[in-house]
């Protein structure tokens, strides 16, 4: 089983590094197709008679090419701007000494290496500003190269600025692209630590408000029935053991090597709501409930939805009216799914205007991304009242 699992964590790795492998190989077989490129067009427009400074011009070009396409290869392996930077920089200053040179000219790989770093650079850029500054430096390099390399011919100064102006447009591109990645990327970091925020609540929130409310009726039974002790130490080592199982869960998701594929949260739905009610009000003294007989399944979601509603609703009776009458109704009404939990024996406390717990905000929360609705408020003088509706369509 353990291999299994290990080997359900590889598979998803081999397809990125086997197209981590394609894309080196590409580029490794593009510069050699380019090296050759600007071999032959050396071969055929060097002069009949070779002078020194036609050999020195030759070299230079093959060196300035040689580390363009290296910084190029190597752009992800090293800090952005200083490829960019340095490749700027070697292209620059051949061009300026080309001009006392003169044979050193502009070959296809430092072109085309050139053209990967603009991209590469605007497309990396954190900021606008250091966006606009690598397309201006870019400007500068490609307007050198053809004005002191290429004595200024109005055609190759078009065709650069055209160029140019492709780069640009293709790292703008793909920093739009990546900003949007980045921003669903965070979307979803910021949508599961709030999903563990709402978990943690509710683990921490159920678990130990019972535990609180099993001491309180150990002490109250230790002065009257002494028997009944035993009972409630099981129950409170009950709802400890779960607490503690849920929490070393989430921190366990939390850590890096958590395994990824194991899901947050446990899954609940409406079958296992008796077994919540049971927890809550083991011999049904207090509490009554009313869980429509409903075989179909329901959508994704909503059955947990509607379990955890549920038992914030009683966490909450726990606190606030642990002597009251609950009420829970599940029940399938005009295509929806709708849950009742009321109480009485709610205790008279001061009310802070606009003060909401944070277990109201996250079932607000579940209830609203479902495309339901929940009301939750006084209903009378000592009663509480929890209604939610949850659309319901029928999975075929």
């Given at each position: ?56 011009g ?6 300035v ?14 800090p ?66 053809v ?121 609940y ?82 009310v ?11 079932m ?17 003088s ?15």
């Amino acid at each position: 089983m353990a291999s299994d699992i290990e080997g359900e964590h590889r598979r998803p790795r081999l397809p990125s590094t086997l197209t981590a492998a394609a894309s080196k190989t590409a580029e490794l077989l593009v510069l050699a197709l380019l090296l050759m490129v600007d071999f032959e067009l050396g071969v055929r427009f060097l002069p009949a008679e070779l002078a020194a400074t036609d050999i020195a011009g030759a070299l230079a070009t093959a060196l300035v090419a040689t580390v363009a396409a290296v910084l190029a290869l190597a752009r992800r392996r090293m800090p952005a701007r200083v490829a960019v930077a340095t490749a700027f920089a070697v292209s620059l200053l051949a061009s300026v000494v080309s001009v006392s040179g003169g044979s050193l000219t502009l070959s296809v790989t430092e072109t085309a290496a050139l053209l990967v770093l603009t991209v590469f650079g605007v497309r990396g850029e954190s900021s606008a500003r250091g966006a606009v500054l690598v397309g201006a430096a870019a400007l500068v390099v490609s307007l050198a190269a053809v004005l002191l390399r290429l004595d200024g011919d109005a055609t190759a100064v078009l065709l650069a600025l055209l160029v140019w102006g492709c780069m640009i447009a293709g790292g703008v591109a793909g920093r739009h692209v990546r900003m949007r990645r980045e921003h669903e990327a965070e979307t979803h970091r910021r949508s599961e630590r709030m999903e563990l925020a709402r978990e943690l609540h509710d683990v921490v929130a159920h678990q130990v408000s019972g535990i609180v409310v099993q001491a309180q009726a150990a002490i109250a039974v230790d002065r009257t029935d002494p028997e009944q002790l035993a009972e409630a130490f099981s129950a409170i080592e009950s709802a400890g053991t779960e607490a503690l199982s849920g929490m070393r869960r989430m921190v366990g998701a939390i850590r890096d090597e958590s395994d990824r594929d194991d899901p947050l949260i446990v899954p609940y739905g409406l079958a296992d709501v008796p077994a919540l009610i049971d927890r809550f009000d083991p011999e049904r003294k207090h509490t009554t409930l009313d869980l429509q007989d409903n075989r179909s399944p329901v959508p994704p979601g909503v059955g947990e939805t509607a379990y955890r509603v549920v038992r914030e609703a009683l966490t909450n009776v726990r606190r606030h009216a642990p002597e009251g009458t609950t009420r829970v109704s599940v029940r399938e009404v005009d295509g929806e799914l709708a849950l009742d939990i009321s109480n009485d024996g709610v205790r008279a406390r001061p009310v802070e205007p606009d003060s909401k717990g944070f277990g109201l905000m996250g079932m607000a929360e579940r209830v609203t991304t479902l495309g339901g609705t929940m009301r939750a408020g006084a209903h009378g003088s000592d009663c509480w009242r929890v209604q939610v509706t949850l659309p319901l369509e029928r999975v075929r």
